[in-house]
């Protein structure tokens, strides 16, 4: 059966809340650790997935293989995972400029752009132990990843009490950062209009509609290269993979733990496709780590989200 046929009934275990926080939330947790969450192997998830199986369903007798339903199933919400990592992305980027009335929303996304001046805690103030502790990121990380692993389960094999902490999150927040420029590009580049977002709320859904682009391939129309995929940003995932690989474990964790205050309270009461072609230039994002001012009046480092749009984006 091919895997995009699987659905939940062909599970051998009901789809219940115990598959859903239990088991779905803990390959959540394992996959934003790994280096690269857009493509990862599937004899390493293979192994993964057995062992949260093994730990979430005891009694169950079940070989994960990558050509079986809980495989198949697994890797769909890892797939709806990243998607609304980008989708969020556009939401934060969208909420922040509709609330800037000092200037346009693309010179705004242009001035955070620059020098990756949205990944600092303040833009104003560029430092190396500053990196990732944005505002930006830190929803990001709490609004997509850390409210969906709030229910894992505890699976030594795989570390994952250390993991929830935020050691070795590198993927996770790779993510998160691409998505964030993404969304600030299309911005910037006028791809997504922040008015026209905003009116589409009159009808109660966050909508983003895509221009379209005729596919060398196969001739037809389609906002494809717009997506948020591996093979549109995989430049820029390499890039930040670099930068956040050369940072040490501990400064991981503050990032990590310092996004969890973004977290609303949850029910139980917690905090609430190409390869890369080597070249001798030096990505910018690559090198966050240098010290860079730029001045951004129209924008300060304690600004909060009013959580007008995130709601529909999740």
């Known amino acids: 059966k091919p895997r995009g046929q699987y659905r939940n009934n062909d599970l051998p275990v009901p789809a219940d809340s115990k598959w859903v926080k239990a088991f779905l939330s803990t390959a959540l947790l394992w996959a934003g650790s790994q280096a690269n969450p857009w493509e990862i192997s599937e004899s390493l998830m293979a192994d993964a997935l057995q062992e949260i199986f093994d730990v979430v369903y005891p ?28 989708s969020t992305a556009l939401a934060i980027v969208v909420d922040f400029c509709s609330r800037i009335k000092e200037a346009p929303n693309d010179l705004v996304a242009k001035q955070l752009l620059k020098d990756c001046a949205f990944v600092y805690e303040d833009p104003d103030n560029i430092s190396r132990e500053t990196a990732y502790l944005s505002a930006f990121v830190l929803q990001m990380i709490a609004s997509t990843h850390l409210s969906a692993i709030v229910d894992h389960a505890s699976v030594p094999a795989l570390n994952t009490d250390e993991l929830a902490l935020g050691k070795g999150m590198d993927g996770v927040i790779v993510l998160c950062v691409v998505a964030l420029e993404r969304a600030l590009k299309f911005v910037e580049d006028s791809i997504i209009n922040v008015d026209e977002v905003l009116a589409s709320m009159a009808t109660g859904k966050f909508s983003v509609k895509l221009p379209v682009k005729r596919n060398k391939a196969t001739g037809k129309m389609s906002s494809g290269c717009y997506k948020f995929s591996f093979a549109n940003w995989h430049d820029e995932t390499e890039a930040y993979r670099k930068s956040i690989s050369s940072r040490n474990e501990d400064s991981k964790l503050i990032i990590i733990s310092r996004a969890r205050r973004y977290m609303k309270k949850s029910a139980r009461g917690d905090a609430s496709d190409e390869d890369i072609e080597e070249t001798q230039s030096v990505d910018e994002r690559a090198l966050i780590c240098e010290v860079f001012h730029s001045p951004l009046s129209v924008i300060t480092a304690d600004f909060i989200f009013l959580n007008r749009i995130l709601p529909y984006a999740l």
């Open 59 to 86: 009694d169950v007798k079940y070989k994960v293989n990558p050509n079986g339903a809980v495989f198949a199933v697994t890797q769909q919400r890892l797939s709806e995972w990243r998607s609304n990592i980008g």
